[in-house]
Structure formats: C-alpha cells, structure tokens
C-alpha cells in the first residue's frame, strides 16, 4: 500500500473511498485528492450486462 504526504502541512495522507473512487484525504487540514488507479479497477465500465 502507497503513502502519501499532503501537500499543504506534509502529514500522512490516508486512502479512503468516496463516491466509490478512491481519494487521498489528510486527516490534519482535510484536504483531499483523487488517487488515480490505473489498471486495477478500470474494468467496470465495459462490463457487458447480457447473459
Ligand atoms: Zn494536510
């Protein structure tokens, strides 16, 4: 698992989920930014629904 430093007062940031994506969220100043995750769950857009 990564770790991230916010960029505004250089504490731990933490992964957390919101709106089922995942965000970086510092606990500190509550700053928040989207982590980008590429090729892990990118496979829910062109799922086809037929059986
Ligand atoms: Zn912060």
Redo the contacts with the bound molecule.
């Keep these: 698992m990564a770790i991230k430093f916010?960029p505004?007062?250089k504490?731990i940031m933490v992964l957390t989920k919101k709106d089922g994506k995942a965000v970086w969220r510092?606990p500190?100043?509550g700053?928040e930014e989207e982590a980008n995750v590429n090729g892990a769950k990118l496979v829910e857009r062109t799922a086809p629904a037929r059986r």
């Design positions: 916010c505004r007062c504490s510092c500190k100043c700053y």
